[in-house]
């Protein structure tokens, strides 16, 4: 495995897929539920562009992440030819759940009311980052 370009392009992939997910969840939640600060200020001003900013950092952060965590997850691989399974690399899985429950605590501080949406999302970014990521990386570099 040592060709990095390939590396960054399976945390492309994860990213790219965690950021649409995202960003297509925020979206409805903001058109069928949104905030009565957010409410209060589009009666203002054009709140659009703070939409569309937002949307677009929050899909290059994911990306930006996926790709160190690809990294790492290309880290922790052994060099005995992993092979595609449910956690190519243990340590790997574990440092994610770890992050995974780590992040929940404030999350569920924070958007109380909204306890299933922040269930569904820990789902999906534990999901994608400790399970598709790894497993796209030996793919990746298997080819």
Same mark, same amino acid.
């Given at each position: 495995?040592?060709?990095?370009?390939?590396?960054?392009?399976?945390?492309?992939?994860?990213?790219?897929?965690?950021?649409?997910?995202?960003?297509?969840?925020?979206?409805?939640?903001?058109?069928? =539920? #949104?905030?009565?600060?957010?409410?209060?200020?589009?009666?203002? =001003?054009?709140?659009?562009?703070?939409?569309?900013?937002?949307?677009?950092?929050?899909?290059?952060?994911?990306?930006?992440?996926?790709?160190?965590?690809?990294?790492?997850?290309?880290?922790?691989?052994?060099?005995?030819? #992993?092979?595609?399974?449910?956690?190519? =690399?243990?340590?790997?899985?574990?440092?994610?759940?770890?992050?995974?429950?780590?992040?929940?605590?404030?999350?569920?501080?924070?958007?109380?009311?909204?306890?299933?949406?922040?269930?569904?999302?820990?789902?999906?970014?534990?999901?994608?980052?400790?399970?598709?990521?790894?497993?796209?990386?030996?793919?990746?570099?298997? =080819?």
């Amino acid at each position: 495995m040592e060709e990095p370009l390939k590396t960054v392009i399976a945390g492309m992939i994860g990213g790219a897929l965690m950021g649409m997910v995202f960003v297509t969840h925020m979206a409805l939640l903001l058109v069928y =539920s #949104p905030p009565a600060a957010l409410r209060d200020r589009t009666a203002v =001003s054009n709140v659009t562009r703070l939409i569309t900013v937002a949307a677009l950092a929050a899909y290059g952060t994911w990306n930006v992440l996926a790709i160190l965590m690809s990294f790492a997850a290309e880290a922790t691989l052994s060099d005995e030819s #992993p092979s595609i399974s449910l956690a190519p =690399s243990p340590a790997y899985l574990f440092a994610v759940i770890f992050v995974t429950l780590f992040l929940a605590i404030p999350a569920f501080v924070f958007f109380r009311d909204r306890k299933r949406h922040v269930i569904g999302e820990l789902i999906v970014f534990a999901g994608i980052f400790a399970l598709l990521i790894p497993n796209l990386v030996v793919a990746v570099h298997r =080819s």
